[in-house]
């Protein structure tokens, strides 16, 4: 059966993770959220997302529950729809880049957070298939990616981005943000270039992606662009390159979106925030509050609605908006405040990196395996978060070799 990583349901399709189990999982699912409620659903690309979608369809469908099925979308536009359509709760299967052959599943419930592990109750709740007649009906949204990119529009001062003309280079990473995006930028008059805008069956690299990162640097220098972008499969994290094709780490990508944060905003962070960062917010009236877990920060974006959340892994949720992590709204929220704000990420970069974070080594590609034990795997290299610790091993683009960081907390 299944296992968990990271708070999140995975497995081996056809070997730990099969139909059947899916099919269990679904109906437990159904049954907590009980008869007649609305879930709506979506997948990548992989064919064994597409195989375990219809099973986890069919056990929600055997307690009466209706599922609504956006096909290939991403984690934001599942909980955004939640809201969007008041279902109940929503479900997701995506590929893993943690875990190697491994499909995920996420699951979230109204108003659009995402249930992690620990909070499920799938198994606590009695499984009761229904009578013929009461069996739950799929029905298809096919419009939801314009519905999603209309919203996304709604949440920005869209003149303000064109005014400003933005070129930004951006990797999809075969996932189903390659239809999504191109309508994103085009509505907001940015010159672009879109990597990898192919349905891959099965995309198979693990994190970090050193090769996409290097080709969107490359691109980014050639072509003079602001910035380059990097997304997960499902989209529900990014890693933002400078015009210089340098990372730039979550901290300072939070900083340049709360740029044009009202004052007496808030950041609520699952990490520790380097202390010269939280300086320069309060001095805004921005206050940073600091949660130290993913529940914690889940419970605080429910209860508080900040301007921004964040982990240390590189997903970003903008409340306001919806409750799930969500790459695009994060990127539109980005050029909006680089456009009020008429400065460059490298700006951001030069004057507070070295006082927000100490560089103790510096690593070749083939010395990291020992420096990453205990870390977690993210789109840019790995990270660590403890309540004394963070601590970030950063890809650089530029000669393929690795930044071990300290945050100056």
């Known amino acids: 059966m299944p296992q968990f990583y990271d708070n999140r349901i995975i497995g081996v399709p056809n070997r730990d993770f099969t139909p059947d189990e899916a099919a269990r999982l679904g109906e437990q699912f159904g049954s907590a959220l009980g008869k007649g409620s609305l879930v709506v659903s979506g ?94 009906w799929v029905m298809y949204s096919e419009y939801i990616h314009k519905l999603y990119v209309s919203a996304l529009l709604s949440f920005v ?34 010159d672009y270039v879109l990597l990898h805008n192919v349905k891959a069956k099965a995309y198979e690299s693990m994190y970090p992606f050193t090769k996409e990162l290097e080709r969107v640097a490359d691109i980014v220098r050639a072509t003079e662009a602001e910035i380059g972008v990097v997304v997960n499969n499902d989209a529900s994290s990014l890693v933002v390159l400078d015009e210089r094709g340098r990372i730039l780490l979550p901290e300072e990508l939070m900083m340049l979106i709360t740029l044009n944060a009202p004052r007496g905003s808030q950041v609520i962070a699952e990490t520790r ?7 320069l917010l309060a001095s805004r ?43 695009l709204i994060t990127l539109v929220k980005l050029l909006e405040s680089l456009a009020f704000a008429k400065t460059r990420p490298s700006a951001l970069v030069d004057k507070y990196r070295s006082r927000a974070y100490a560089e103790v080594g510096r690593l ?5 395996g020992a420096a990453k034990q205990g870390l977690k795997p993210t789109i840019y290299g790995f990270s660590e978060y403890t309540r004394e610790v963070l601590r970030y091993l950063v890809f650089n683009p530029e000669d393929q070799t690795y930044s071990l960081l300290e945050a100056r907390l």
Do not use: C, Q, W
């Not at 925030?273 to 300086?279: T, Y």
């Not at 940073?288 to 970003?316: C, Q, W």
């Not at 070749?364 to 990291?368: F, G, L, S, T």
């Open 43 to 136: 997948r990548d690309y992989n064919p064994a997302s597409r195989m375990l979608k219809r099973a986890f369809t069919s056990g929600l469908m055997s307690v009466g529950v209706e599922v609504m099925d956006f096909h290939e979308s991403l984690s934001g536009e599942i909980s955004f729809s939640i809201k969007r359509f008041g279902a109940k709760g929503g479900f997701l299967f995506t590929t893993s880049h943690s875990v190697k052959d491994s499909i995920m599943l996420k699951l979230f419930k109204s108003p659009g957070y995402e249930l992690l592990a620990s909070r499920l109750s799938i198994g606590e709740s009695e499984v009761k298939r229904v009578g013929l007649g009461e069996i739950g």
């Open 157 to 190: 001062k869209v003149d303000e981005i064109i005014t400003r003309g933005f070129r930004v280079v951006v990797h999809t990473a075969y996932s189903p943000a390659d239809t999504i995006v191109p309508d994103v930028l085009k509505a907001l008059e940015v």
């Open 273 to 279: 925030v380097p202390g010269v960062f939280k300086e």
């Open 285 to 327: 009236e921005v206050s940073v509050a600091e949660v130290g877990s993913e529940e914690n920060l889940i419970d605080a974006m429910y209860k508080a609605r900040p301007f921004i959340a964040l982990r240390h892994t590189g997903h970003f949720a903008v409340p306001l908006f919806s409750l799930g992590y969500d790459a």
């Open 364 to 368: 070749k590609a083939e010395e990291v």
